[in-house]
């Protein structure tokens, strides 16, 4: 018994020194990071915080306490860093500590080369004392004017950006004049190669080569604004034409809509029909239609619905006509002259035309053609719905009877006599 106590009791001081060697050396076990001495250009000495070749986007270390109030360089080279903030250092960011924050004086150079940047950060304002910025081998095409302004506000800023994909089109002027206004804070700018075609960039901000190169870029502009304006008005136009030529049916549509809306159906059926005919003509044709054709249709005891005779002022036009329309079994249109002549006759036949396909009716259209109008003068309208609507010639020289067979023919598909 006394055995094993004795070595129960060396077991738990051997557990007990291992649990303060661990605790002792955990920080640096979770030291992903290397340190060791550097000497900068100037001779200035200090430590390298060494990060490289990692495969990381975060590094979660705490910041090692010898990295403190000394000049530092921080190494982050071959990873897959896409953007530099206090959140890329993961445990420093969670501790008491920040390394850009706490290093702003003393960390003078940053290597990022061999990332994924595409821009740089506002982090880097808080560097006071950054002499280098690494960026070689990025994704970066364009330096931001954002990123301009935050290089601006470091003094003595040396940007290495070699390898980097740096866009030389027109669409970069601005951020390539700034570069070529600060080509001394590029140092390895002679190596640097346009993504379009290979050429040196700090070749094209020869001044010669420049002047050129911008008065092209405005000839470019000036194309470009040319092809945009000719394109706008050329929509502008088309879209005018259209309109025009199709108002009817927009008004239409918006007309099925607010009716839809408020719960108004536009097909009425056959009890519903108010009217047997709605007949549309021209103002000079009046008083033709109220001796000539009127009686007539009172003749045929048919009932209807004379636009200036029943009309209602002050309505929405077509509005006014589908309604009217859609409380008559038939429309009639009387085609003279004078009604070619108006284009309110036009707008009257597209009306009826739409609302006739729209509700499945395109056989309820008739045309009295008098006058002796040739069929070649008729709307396009109406010749292109020929086949499906009723037609015939007012017979002037005819006798009532003859008169009366033909109207009863034109109507009677849909009307009782």
Known sequence: MMKWKKTRGMLD??????VVL??????????IC??????????????????????ISKIPTVLPPELENINVMLDLSVNQFTS???DTFEAIATSSKSLLRDQKQSLTEINLDHNMFSSIY?????????????????????????????FESLNNLSIYIEG?????????????????????????????????????VGHLFNDEIWRKFELDCQSKDWL??????????????????????????????ILRLKKQWKGIPLRKSEEEFLFDVYVSYSES??????????????????????????????????????????????????????????????????????????????????????????????PDELKNIWWCIEHFRWPEEESNEVILKKLTKALQSDLTF
């Open 13 to 18: 001081r051997q557990l007990c020194v291992s």
């Open 224 to 253: 470009i604004f040319s092809i945009v304006l000719l394109f706008l008005t050329i929509l502008a136009f088309t879209s005018i034409v259209a309109i025009k030529n199709y108002r009817v049916h927009l008004e239409y549509v």
């Open 122 to 150: 506002d982090s880097l304002i808080q560097l006071e004392n950054l002499n280098n910025l690494y960026l070689r081998y990025n994704l970066i095409s364009k330096i931001s004017e954002k990123d301009q302004r935050h």
């Open 164 to 200: 980097n994909p740096i866009s030389c089109a027109c669409l970069n002027i601005q951020s390539l004049k700034w570069m070529k206004d600060h080509q001394n804070s590029f140092p390895d700018l002679g190596n640097v190669l346009c993504l379009e075609n290979n050429h040196h």
């Open 285 to 378: 044709d009046y008083v033709w239609v109220r001796d000539k054709l009127c009686p007539k249709l009172e003749d045929l005891n048919v009932k209807s619905w004379i636009t200036d005779m029943n009309s209602t002022p002050g309505r929405w036009v077509l509005e006014g006509i589908v309604n009217r329309i859609n409380e008559c079994r038939k429309v009639m249109f009387v085609v003279s002259e004078s009604f070619l002549d108006m284009e309110w006759s036009s707008y009257a036949v597209k009306t009826a035309i739409t609302h006739a396909f729209h509700n499945q009716r395109q056989g309820f259209i008739v045309v009295l053609i008098k006058d002796g109008v040739a069929l070649e003068k008729l």
């Open 34 to 55: 290397s340190i060791s001495n550097f000497v900068d250009d100037c001779g200035n000495k200090g430590l390298l915080w060494n990060c490289s070749g990692l495969n």
């Open 84 to 86: 530099l903030t206090e």
């Open 22 to 31: 661990m605790y002792r050396l955990s920080p640096v076990l979770t030291q």
